[in-house]
């Protein structure tokens, strides 16, 4: 035994155990050594609460403790809790609400919720929210974990209980009939988790599996906590792969000696510059060809932010990994940085893309990556002739996706000698192919897989470790795992890009007339997405109310700040805020009543997108006009919900206190994938019992995306979700999709989901007809697992199965479908704040969210509620507190969780879904996209709800207070 180890002996999970740990091993590290997967890592320093364990029945961050001294004590893991096959009642009622989406979060979130109902059986809200408030959800909202806890105390109280209910209610012809049911008025200032409301049209076709709350495909293995995220298998000989990040924001790489960090017995590669073939490439995962600028390299001779790449190692160990950076000596040149992408613009300016091998850029001399402008109609003669012109200037902050699994990937060598890459992506058939010229080898010799993932928002949709990962496999041969820190994250990853937005608009007799945005793209150090994010701002920033004279000018601009990337908003969040912001200043400039203003403007269906053909995302788009839109209910909804205009009178009489109420909404619209460009594929496969496998590239992020698409597929084929295995995703097995984003996966996959369906649905007629003589195949009707003639005959799908493998005309019925849309069909929606603003001290309390959205026909509610009551907490933090902070030189002065703020479950407001469902007559079951536009609207509604309790409007975000407390100044 090494003197540097010891043995402890302890209990888990009712079993005694000793182990053998390192005298700094955490106990985190020590039980994940020992098999543990469902205590997950995600800050090391107990911010985030991911890995909390029962500690003597009490919860314990596990990653705070030594492992020593957890000798003689009574551990219990996720992995305990259940009893074989049975889940345990808080298990049973998490999966039941929803109340989780990724579910990396989710073991801490159990065993949290075991140790109070251990302890207060009955708990109040307040408590339920104060005992989560230690754990860090990032995908929910917390709006179903919460209301699993109650659910979860009520089964182990003994009480019956209803299945989880969805409010379903006939959306009236005319909306000033609209009555919601009594709890969505929230008249007793709760914030009880209300389910979600689905408002139908009378004429909308009735659906059997799609609309239905079905439980997520995946829950029983993430409540159990099964190892299925990236870093959770250990390989035979693999080694732990960590990465030397540069300290400095601007530099030039003089000399790396890397001689004594080679020498240390246990490193079997150290990488830097000088090892690896210089070949530029952008890390975006987007589809071919990759937008520029082509401006990265796997290591480089300068670094440009802090946290960039300078040198990987691979060693046994991961200490020794750490060890052996420690030991790398980088000599740097120091450069001037620039952290303002307005400087960054100016002459003399240091140049941060000054070499000449880069590709792409517009003007490297002033730091400007790309120059966009696209123009409708004539706006400078509509400006001239314009009754009224308003401008305003708006300033959004950079935000970091804080997903709570890290960035982790594990590659090695096959038994064929094929490169496998397991790797927490949204983009595995991106990464493949992106990977390929970097490493040397050709697509076919590199397999890419994709577990389930702990979360990605957009920063998994980007090439991040799997370049370096694969590098040391090839150095080394042997398998490596690498995964970033909570600090790599912030520093080293990628994060939403800043923007300053300017608005001229033009209105003639209360109507927009013409619209003028120029914005500035701070892209950070590198110009991954820096194209496509700003025109996807642009664009929607400029339809939303749609001028027919409208005109788009935008600088892309390099900072000495860590890279920005794709991020759930995608820029429509940002450049939808400064419109919305304007547009009410403007209302109340002209004392125009702003919902009517806002109505009177807003894009209508049947309305050409103007800008649609001129500003595709990063290349030509496609003409395309408005086919569906609830706006106008979703409206309707919220003001009648949150009971607007009476609020708005009442906060006009305000005593003198310091405490002062306010109320604001916003309007917004968002795409369903990028027309003409996205596309994916699935293949159905019918087995011998009548089930099917589902197989698609498309990749759940914990958004329910793997549900959706069978119940897509369930509903054609007349079966139960159970009957389909999905499978997703695996370069080698799946079919292609472009990945998870672009809020293209329930419209742009389901549809070839549903497209597979149709293929399956032909097969299986043709057989029954042929089994049972009938020469009509397309009269057989598909009907609760079976085909059914109309005689009244029947086969059940598993005799139609049996006879096609093994009996006549013997064939697999199977079926790959491929779909792509030219055109992107905007949900729609409105978005309610309610806050309480302390003029003293300038803090904003937000007490209700509400979103009613009009996402066309709802695949799953409960699904779907959790997107947009997890956007909105993301929204949240946009708008109000979180914000990465840099000093002058380029150094992040907040790089953890616990400094960066995110909201708790303690913290939260109300937060309440309306959907208004419309019949999309492009997307699958009439479906439109709901996963990012709960991202757009919370903003601009919580700065009208500042105007509306202070008066002053608010120009730059995040709404500190003391940004707050300035403006009221
Ligand atoms: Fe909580 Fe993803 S479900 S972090």
Redesign the pocket.
């Known amino acids: 035994m090494r003197n540097d180890l010891a043995t402890i002996t302890l209990t888990i999970n009712n079993e005694e155990k000793r182990l053998i740990v390192r005298p700094k091993h955490s106990l985190l590290d020590a039980l994940r050594d020992e098999g543990y997967a469902s205590v997950k890592r995600g800050c090391d320093v107990g911010d985030c609460g991911?890995c909390t364990v029962l500690f003597d029945g009490y919860p314990l961050r596990s990653c705070l403790m030594r492992a020593v001294d957890a000798e003689g004590h009574a551990i219990v893991t996720l992995e305990g809790l259940s009893d074989g096959h049975r889940l345990h009642s808080i298990q049973q009622a998490f999966t039941e609400t929803g109340g989780?989406?990724?579910?990396?979060?989710?073991p801490g979130?159990i065993l949290t919720t075991k140790a109070l109902l251990d302890r207060s059986p009955d708990p109040s809200e307040d408590e339920i929210r104060e005992a989560l408030g230690g754990v860090?959800?990032?995908?929910?909202g917390y709006v179903r974990?919460v209301e699993a806890v109650q659910r979860a105390a009520a089964m182990l109280r003994g009480e019956s209980l209803e299945p989880t209910v969805v409010l379903e209610q006939i959306l009236p012809e005319d909306t000033a009939d609209l009555k919601l049911p009594e709890g969505f008025y929230r008249r007793d200032g709760s914030r009880t988790p209300l389910p979600p409301l689905v408002l139908t049209p009378v004429n909308m076709e009735r659906t059997q599996v799609v609309g239905k709350p079905e439980v997520k495909v995946d829950a029983g293995k993430l409540v159990r906590g099964r190892p299925v995220y990236t870093d959770d298998v250990r390989l035979d000989g693999m080694l732990y792969g960590e990465l030397l990040t540069s300290p400095h924001a601007h530099a030039r790489v003089v000399s790396i000696d890397a001689s004594q960090a080679r020498e240390l017995t246990g490193v079997h590669a150290v990488l830097t510059h000088e090892d690896i073939p210089r070949i530029k490439y952008a890390s975006g995962g987007q589809s071919y060809p990759q937008p520029p600028p082509f401006d990265q390299v796997c290591l480089d001779n300068k670094v440009r932010h802090e946290g960039d790449r300078v040198a990987v190692v691979a060693a046994e160990t991961r200490e020794l990994a750490r060890k052996a950076l420690r030991m790398i000596q980088v000599e740097y040149e120091m450069l001037p940085a620039v952290v303002d992408p307005e400087e960054a613009m100016q002459d003399g300016a240091p140049g941060i893309h000054d070499e000449p091998d880069t590709d792409g850029i517009y003007d490297a001399e002033h730091n400007i990556v790309h120059h966009i402008e696209a123009e409708v109609g004539d706006v400078e003669a509509a400006f001239a002739t314009a009754e009224h012109i308003f401008e305003g200037e708006y300033r959004t902050p950079k935000q970091q996706h804080a997903?709570?699994?890290p960035h982790a990937c594990i590659t090695y060598w096959d038994e064929d000698d094929r490169l496998v890459i397991r790797t927490s992506t949204q983009v595995p058939f991106h990464v493949r192919r992106m990977v390929a010229p970097l490493i040397g080898l050709p697509v076919k010799r590199i397999r890419v897989i994709k577990p389930r993932i702990?979360?990605g928002f957009g920063n998994k949709q980007e090439m991040i470790l799997e370049d370096l990962c694969a590098h040391l496999t090839l150095a080394t041969g042997r398998p490596v795992c690498m995964e970033y820190t909570r600090k790599q994250e912030f520093t080293s990853s990628r994060s939403r890009h800043p923007q300053i937005i300017r608005y001229k608009i033009a209105v003639n007799d209360g109507k927009i007339e013409a619209a003028d945005l120029y914005l500035i793209g701070d892209t950070g150090a590198y110009g991954t997405h820096g194209l496509t994010v700003q025109m996807v701002g642009g664009f929607k920033g400029l339809t939303l109310y749609n001028p027919p004279n409208a005109r788009f000018i935008c600088d892309v601009v390099y900072t000495n700040t860590p890279p920005c990337g794709a991020f759930r908003g995608y820029g429509s969040m940002q450049c939808q805020y400064g419109i919305e912001v304007l547009v009410e200043e403007i209302a109340e400039h002209l004392g125009l009543d702003v919902v009517t203003f806002k109505g009177d403007n807003w894009i209508k269906v049947g309305e050409p997108m103007y800008l649609a053909k001129q500003m595709g995302e990063g290349r030509e788009g496609y003409e395309q006009a408005l086919e569906t839109s609830g706006l106008e209910q979703c409206v309707a909804a919220g003001l009648e919900a949150t009971d607007y205009y009476a609020k708005r009178q009442a906060n006009r009489q305000q005593g003198d206190g310091s405490l002062r109420r306010g109320i604001g909404m916003s309007v917004m619209m968002h795409g369903s994938g990028i027309a003409g460009l996205d596309m994916a594929a699935a293949t159905l496969k019918m087995n011998d019992d009548g089930s099917f496998n589902l197989l698609v590239g498309a990749t759940d992020l914990?958004t329910g995306s793997d549900t959706i698409l069978a119940q897509i597929a369930a509903e054609e084929l007349s079966i139960p979700v159970e009957d389909l295995i999905v499978y997703s995703s695996d370069t080698d097995f799946t079919p292609f999709d472009k990945g998870g984003y672009a809020s293209s996966t329930t419209y742009i996959s389901g549809g070839a989901v549903r497209k597979a369906a149709l293929k399956i649905k032909d097969q299986i007629r043709k057989h029954a007809a042929m089994m049972l003589e009938i020469d009509e195949p397309e009269s057989l009707v598909l009907q609760d697992r079976k085909v059914v003639a109309l005689d009244g005959r029947s086969l059940t799908l598993a005799e139609v199965a049996l006879s096609s493998l093994h009996q006549q005309n013997q064939h697999q019925i199977m079926a790959t479908a491929s779909h792509l849309s030219y055109v992107s069909p905007p949900p729609m929606a409105s978005q309610f704040a309610e806050v309480v603003v302390d003029i003293e001290t300038g803090q904003v309390t937000v007490e209700r969210l509400l979103m009613a959205v009009d996402c066309g026909r709802v695949i799953n509610p409960i699904t779907a509620a959790g997107q947009v009551e997890?956007g909105m907490a993301q929204a949240l933090g946009f708008a109000h507190c979180e914000e990465m902070v840099f000093d002058s030189e380029g150094h992040l002065i907040n790089p953890r969780l616990g400094q960066y703020r995110i909201y708790m479950a303690n913290e939260m407001p109300a937060i309440d879904v309306i959907f208004v469902q419309t019949d999309e007559p492009t997307g699958p079951f009439g479906a439109k996209s709901v996963a990012e536009i709960c991202m757009d609207g919370v903003a601009p509604a919580l700065v009208s709800a500042v105007h509306d309790a202070t008066g002053v409007w608010i120009r730059e975000l995040p709404l500190t207070p003391e940004r707050v407390w300035r403006a009221l100044q």
Request: charged residues 10%; hydrophobic residues 30%.
């Open positions: 991911i989780f989406q990724c579910g990396f979060c989710t979130m860090i959800c990032r995908c929910t974990v997903h709570l699994e702990g979360g914990g997890g």
